[in-house]
């Protein structure tokens, strides 16, 4: 029914942008139909599927790399105190320069390659993802370390253990709600990395073809990447339940209670 | 495991500016359960956590026989504090998972099964009843095998038939250690108590203790022990009103996520 709903309204907007199209008689190098769009998609196809995959393997590392300097800067700043006075500066700094702002000086250092825009990505998620596990880290049931304190009284390793079997789990929650997040944002910092410099990817065929005036593969492009970032989205958001079956019911995440609100 | 009491001496506590109680000493005999009563807010699970040593005690907290206490005590709460990431069998076995050795998980199916949950061990803890949850955190407290074992109003978020099954239940598995309960029903006390100290007054001081005679669990509409229940509601009665409500600090620091 809610997918039936989705598709009404998609079907609605394509019909509404080609009745658009049709009768005011737009140039199609300033708006193409739908239905040029698609010739274009199928024409290309192959130029296509081949930037989309550069992008999505850019998207993908970028989503891994930042999530795994996130987990380790949110754990180092959890864990250790001094790191949160040397860290948690750095990290803000991090998030205060625009990646928009040194994304060409990145592309200088990194080339022309997927690394700059790897790095883009990466560096576009950290942030997002290493709060949010920040916060989870800090936000532990108190009685659960109460417990673990008495487990584990007079041993050595005490402070690690406990930091190890329980925080880190309980901010797991949190770090989902980051990694959706990311999920969301990566393909900005490839398609930026992409726009400043660049021989391959859909943000570099988006350029090409709006050089040339082929506004049709410029949509077909975009639709493409739509398609790609809300894929992403899915399966990071399904992987994260997924490994987070254990949460209460009720006991919300954002993404959780976003999608099952709808049924 | 030979039996080991609780000394207490000196114990002080300041909350807020509030004296909560002061130069407090207090043995509890090895082997016997010790219930604490009195008004909430007086200071008994401050007292609880003092000696699990979760919070300064500023005084001597040691075992009867003069050595620490730490590594030989049990901590059961209200909350059944299991955490929702672990099978039922590895939140039983938490502490030797905590403390980096071996479980021993033939021991922990047998605890199951003595809390009537052999069929529940590889379950998450969502998908338990509040008496269930509770009965796995009893089986957890047993796993970790202490001589001294503290309980802060372990079943008090129970429904009244789960509860006194499981006071049965855990007089039967607790037999023979050391026990302190903070608790806020009477009743409780006299069904699982050898001792009853009533905590009253700021700063708190304990009274002299109830004495209950025969073994726990008893049955405490039982003609020798009305007798008891009276003299408990009235130094209850009298510790109340003795305390002064507007003043009664919140010395239950996790008071407010309580169910």
Redesign the interface.
Known sequence: MRRLGFLLTFAGIVAAWQGLVSVTGVAPYILPGPLAVGRALVLHAGALLGHAATTAAEIALGLGLGTGLGFASAVAIGYLRPARRWLMPLLVVSQAVPVFAIAPLLVLWLGYGMVSKVAMATLIIYFPIATSFIDGLRRTEPGWLDLARTMTAGRPGAAWACFRHIRIHAGLPALASGVRLGAAIAPIGAIIGEWVGSNAGLGYLMLHANARMKVDLMFAALAVLAVLAVALFVAVDATCRRLLHWLPEGLPTEARTDWEEQR | MPAVGIRVVGATLTYRGDIVFRDLAVDFDPGLTSCLLGPSGVGKSSLL?MI???APSGGRVMGSDGG?L??R???M?Q?D?L????RVIDNVT??S????TRADRPAARALLERVGLQGNAAD???TLSGGMRQRVALARTLM?DRPVV?MDEPFSALDALTRLRLQDLSAELLAGRTVVMVTHDPFEALRLADRIYVLSGRPAELGEALLIPNYPPRDPTAGGLAALHHELLDRLKAADAGSEPERRPAAR??AA?AP
């Open positions: 956590r699990a040593g979760l620490p730490a590594g005590i049990a901590y709460d909350r504090l955490l929702p990431w672990l938490l502490g998972r905590l403390r980096g998450y803890p969502r970790e503290l620091r996790h996520g």
